[in-house]
Structure formats: C-alpha cells, structure tokens
C-alpha cells in the first residue's frame, strides 16, 4: 500500500502511520505531512531547489548582459578589419578637425591619447620593477644565508667540538650576531647593530674570534677541552683553550706554522702539548 506524502485529514490514515505525518499549513489550510527521514529518490529538498533556481536566474541575467553586448558587434566578422575600420574613423574624425580650424582641440585629444599610454607603459614597468626587486630580495637573501652558514660551519670546524644536539643553538647565535654586506662581506655586530672589531682593534671580528668566544661563554654548547679535546681539519687537537701541538710536531716547520696560522684564524693561541 502506498502511503501519501500530504493528507488533508488524518482520518484515512491507518492509525498505526498517523504519528508519522505533522500538521503544516499549505494557503492557509491545515494539512498533514509525513515526516521523512533523509531525502527518498527522486526528489529534491526544499532548500536544493531554491539554490538551484536562484543559479538558474543568475546565469539567465549574465547571457542576457552578454547577448546585449554583443549586438553592437553584429555585422563584424573580421576583428582585423574592424581595427582598421576603427583607425580610419579616427583619422577621419582628425581630419575633420584640421578642416574646421580646430587644432586646439586635435592637439588635447592626441596628448590625452599619448598620456593614457605613457601612464599605462609607465605602470607596467614599475610593476616589473618592483617584481624583479622582490625576486632579487629574496635571492639576495637566501643566497646570503648561504653564504652565512657556510662561513660559520667552517669556523666551527676550526674552532671547537660542538655537542651532538648543539648546532642548531650555535646557529641560531650567529645569524642573530651576524650580518652580510651588499657587497657581500661578513661582519658581526653588538647588540646596538654596531660592528665588531678584532682583538687588532683594526679588523673585523672574525668568524673564528667569535665561535672561540663563544666556546668560551657557552661552553654548554661544545664538548670540554678535558681528555684531550678533538682533532680539527688539520688534524691537531682543538680545546676551548686553544690549539694543541705535540713536542714532535713542534719540530716540523711545516706543522708549526700550520698549527699557527689555524690559531690565528680561531682568534685563540697554540699550546704545546707532550
């Protein structure tokens, strides 16, 4: 037995399904609704329907705007010839101008048109200029940071041991304490921003300088100079105190004066061990 979706009484209603169905009013008169749950197939809720007519107006206005914009191309069917239908209409309307004596007027349209254009050239490349400014910030400094970490990985290297979890610490230390120049220099600065000078008072501190002071103010972040301390690129071995060189090397011009020259580089001195 089918049952109805809308009654107007409940009377023919089996008396089981009544309390399915709500009172609604439709114009003014009381009826009766089944209460459903979910959407059964073949219809459509309310509130879809609605959302789909509104579309529906919406889309019909938006081809009517375009059909009316349309006609005033009837009858052009090549956009080629209509560009130069257009040139000599405009030369014609000139001509006109010249013929009535009414160069005043030829001349304002002729510098309204070349101003409209200069604005227009002018805006586009001051568009591309600050994009090509933008692109060149953002690579000048990725490429600085680069350069920056790179410089700063060396130094480390020549300096002092850092612990396993420490890098990013020291890092984060030296990009607040570092800067690059536009011409592409190192240098670092105080906490005023005002650059730091060598223990020479006439050079810029050194990236070198400045990890050894590191090592020496936040010794938390490198491994202790006790037991010997490690060994650095040129295989002699670096502490927080500076750079230990046997008695055997000591005698090998070569080793010395390497030893020396990475002493000078970490701003520290070179310590001769047994």
Not at 16 to 39: F, S, W
Not at 124 to 137: D, F, Q, T
Request: aromatic share 6%.
């Amino acid at each position: 037995m089918a049952v109805p979706a809308i009654v107007e009484t409940l009377e023919n209603v089996p008396e089981a399904l009544r309390e399915l169905y709500a009172p609604i009013q439709v114009d003014g008169a009381q009826k009766y609704t089944l209460q459903l749950e979910g959407v059964p197939p073949g219809f459509v809720e309310k509130t879809k329907l609605n959302e789909f007519r509104e579309n529906n107006t919406k889309l019909l206005k938006t081809q009517k705007e375009l059909e009316e914009r349309l006609k005033s191309y009837d009858g052009i069917e090549d956009p080629a010839k209509a560009k130069e239908l257009m040139s000599r209409e405009k030369e014609f309307a000139e001509k006109q101008l010249i013929d009535q004596g009414k160069f005043e007027e030829l001349f304002n349209q002729r510098t309204s048109i070349m101003k409209k254009d200069h604005e227009n050239q002018t805006r586009l490349l001051l568009e591309r200029a600050e994009k090509a400014e933008k692109e060149r910030e953002a690579f000048m400094s990725q490429l600085s940071e680069t350069r920056l970490e790179t410089r700063l990985q060396k130094a480390i290297n020549d300096t002092a041991v850092p612990q396993k979890d420490a890098i990013d610490d020291i890092m984060a230390r030296a990009k607040r304490s570092w800067k690059v120049s536009d011409e592409g220099q190192l240098y670092a600065v105080d906490e005023s921003g005002n650059k730091r000078y060598g223990r020479n008072g006439n050079d810029l501190l050194s990236p070198e300088e400045w990890m050894t002071e590191l090592a020496q103010n936040a010794k938390h972040l490198f491994l202790p100079s006790t037991g010997g301390g490690a060994k650095g690129a040129n295989g002699f071995m670096r502490t927080t105190d500076g750079i230990v060189l046997t008695k055997e090397d000591a005698k090998n011009p070569v080793k010395y004066w390497a030893a020396k020259e990475q002493a000078q580089k970490a701003g520290t001195r070179v310590i001769l061990g047994s």
